[in-house]
């Protein structure tokens, strides 16, 4: 066994540390939110869903679409806003983990 295949062995299914790819790590381990929404407005989601989506995409996919549209209008300032705001609210979800022991 070679040295190469002797350290992708030790180091198989990590995730390769860089500072892009422990953002998407950190995105990763968060877990999932609960948020109650309105019948009427679950009712639009279903039927975007149905509509334009499929049965190929989950409602998660459907309201992650509907909040990229809208981030995409938002002028510069707002976007520079809009991105401070949620690294902010990622930092304080990792922070909320850190102190249940979960992350």
């Known amino acids: 066994m070679s040295l190469l295949d ?8 990590r995730s390769h540390q ?9 995105l ?3 877990g999932y939110s609960t948020v109650r ?4 407005l ?9 509509l334009y989506a499929g049965e190929k995409y989950s409602n998660d996919d459907v309201i992650r679409a509907g909040i ?3 981030v ?18 990622i ?3 990792v922070e909320v983990l850190k102190r249940q022991n979960k992350y």
């Open 68 to 70: 990229n549209a809208i």
């Open 42 to 50: 679950h009712s639009q989601i279903l039927a975007l869903r149905t």
């Open 91 to 93: 930092e304080d979800k």
């Open 6 to 13: 002797r350290t992708q062995e030790k180091y198989h299914g």
């Open 18 to 26: 860089n500072p892009l790819a422990n953002e998407q790590i950190k």
């Open 28 to 30: 990763d381990k968060l």
């Open 37 to 40: 929404v309105p019948g009427d």
């Open 72 to 89: 995409e209008s938002l002028n510069e300032r707002d976007k520079r806003d809009y991105d401070r705001y949620f690294e902010q609210n």
